[in-house]
């Protein structure tokens, strides 16, 4: 009975090591949970990228690192990929874009230029998850949702 007794109090006291992180855990620790899925929304800059590896750069929002532009090439029945460049990528916050808007009528591909704009919000509320899974089903619990301002590039720290 003492086992057992000593056994219930030591997983109460244990329990808040086991935690996790909530809404009040700082962006930093959230993105340090191994058990957390940080789910955010995207930004437009030829490819997409997380709101949470961009920075404001004046009017422009731009990547925290520079990223890899690759190429595929294939060798045989082989594909590899190539890096063959390393840079920052950037956009406009209010943006304008030139989108080809395409329509098949019959045989007949018929498409028209429109213009888009918009502007690229500072501050969203990302969703974090956590997951749950066993033998047959992966699934995602939401734990909460939090703001999250877009750092300026001065103040953000490089590894």
């Known amino acids: 009975m003492k086992q057992f007794l000593s056994l219930v109090i030591g997983l109460l006291t244990a329990a808040p090591a086991f935690a996790g992180v909530n809404a009040s855990s700082s962006w930093e620790e959230i993105m340090r949970d191994r ?7 995207t930004v437009y800059m030829g490819r997409s990228i997380d709101y949470t590896f961009v920075c404001q750069d004046g009017d422009r ?6 990223v890899d532009t690759t190429v595929s090439r294939t060798r045989g029945d082989r594909e590899e990929i190539i890096v063959i460049d390393r840079d920052y990528l950037s956009t406009p916050i209010n943006y304008r874009h030139e989108v080809d808007n395409c329509d098949w009528r019959g045989e007949r591909r018929i ?4 213009i888009v704009t918009g502007s690229y ?8 998850y956590r997951r749950i899974s066993n033998r047959n089903v ?6 909460f949702r939090k ?6 590039c001065q103040n ?3 590894d």
């Open 156 to 158: 953000v720290t490089v």
């Open 121 to 128: 919000p500072l501050t969203v509320n990302i969703p974090v």
């Open 111 to 114: 498409c028209k230029t429109e």
């Open 35 to 41: 058990y957390a899925i940080v789910k955010a929304p």
């Open 61 to 66: 929002l731009r990547t925290l690192k520079p």
């Open 147 to 152: 703001s999250y301002t877009v750092p300026t």
């Open 138 to 143: 992966e699934r995602y619990e939401l734990l």
